[in-house]
DNA sequence: TTTATTGCTTGCAAATTGCAAGTTGTCACT
DNA sequence: AGTGACAACTTGCAATTTGCAAGCAATAAA
């Protein structure tokens, strides 16, 4: 109940898509989803930048709402929730590339693992592919 | 001075991207740059989201910063400061075209000019050589 | 039946946002 | 030279959001 809908400052995709994902976290815990496969929500505290529970309980929250991600229980464990990307999660798979590319091309002392910024730079159709199938294929239902 | 340099959580590209793009203006700022060939500070204001000048001043002043925008007076009015894209600003092109693509496929109601979208679908590499050259062309020296 | 784990929520201080109003340095006109 | 308008900001302040720490309910493990 603490984030509202809050109504459109424009018609403008850019706009849109930003109201969702324009912050410092939510497209942090994607890259999670998307290249670390992390599934619960322990695992996304784990990552360097530290998130707090909070904020990631409330941006979970919203990429559910937004039908990026949908929750579920695991039916191992209780206990735990399984968080899996959408197809509309999974076509945000190329945007991240390309904050990966531009980062790691602009900002020095970043570090992305060399193999997947020569792959995004040379064959991203069939990396994009690979990591489609990848998810498809370790989710599991 | 309200804008500290804020040291890296991380490493991670997406993580040091996100930290200087990751709000609900600056890329928008962009978007007005590089597809609406903005320059005056008075121009983004006139952006239907209604950005405030305080946020446009230090969005502009991050971006500088990081050398994605230059500010220069501009020679036929002492007024006007004007401000252009650099080469890290330009490559940010490819980001601003995802984020077009998956909030045009996947926001309804959101409206991208549709030759817009569908050239950034079927001819991307032309398309971003084509807005870099505009750019190149208008901008002048 | 205690103890640990998991996925949260709650409180609260600090930082950021957003609106309105003010300030400074040019022009433009008379 | 004086007046008014304009462009690019800055400043004040209330409201919202963030981030840290702590707490809590529901399993599960020992």
Redesign the interface.
């Given at each position: 109940m603490t984030d509202s809908p809050s109504q459109?400052?424009?018609?403008?995709?850019?706009?849109?898509?930003?109201?969702l994902?324009?912050?410092?976290?939510t497209?942090?815990v994607l890259?999670d989803l998307i290249f670390l496969r992390k599934r619960h929500f322990r695992d996304f505290l784990e990552?360097?930048?530290?998130i707090a529970t909070n904020i990631l309980s409330s941006r979970l929250r919203n990429l559910e709402q937004a039908a990026i991600v949908t929750r579920r229980p695991d039916p191992d464990n209780a206990r735990q929730v399984i968080y899996e990307l959408t197809a509309?999660g999974l076509?945000?798979i190329?945007?991240?590339l390309?904050?990966?590319?531009?980062?790691?091309?602009?900002?020095p002392?970043?570090?992305?693992p060399p193999e997947l910024v020569k792959r995004a730079r040379e064959d991203r159709d069939g990396l994009i592919a690979e990591l489609r199938a990848a998810f498809l294929a370790g989710g599991d239902g």
């Open positions: 459109r400052r424009s018609a403008c995709p850019v706009s849109v898509s930003l109201e994902l324009g912050d410092r976290w497209l942090l890259r990552s360097p930048e530290r509309k076509d945000l190329p945007l991240l390309e904050l990966i590319l531009w980062g790691s091309r602009y900002e002392g970043t570090q992305a």
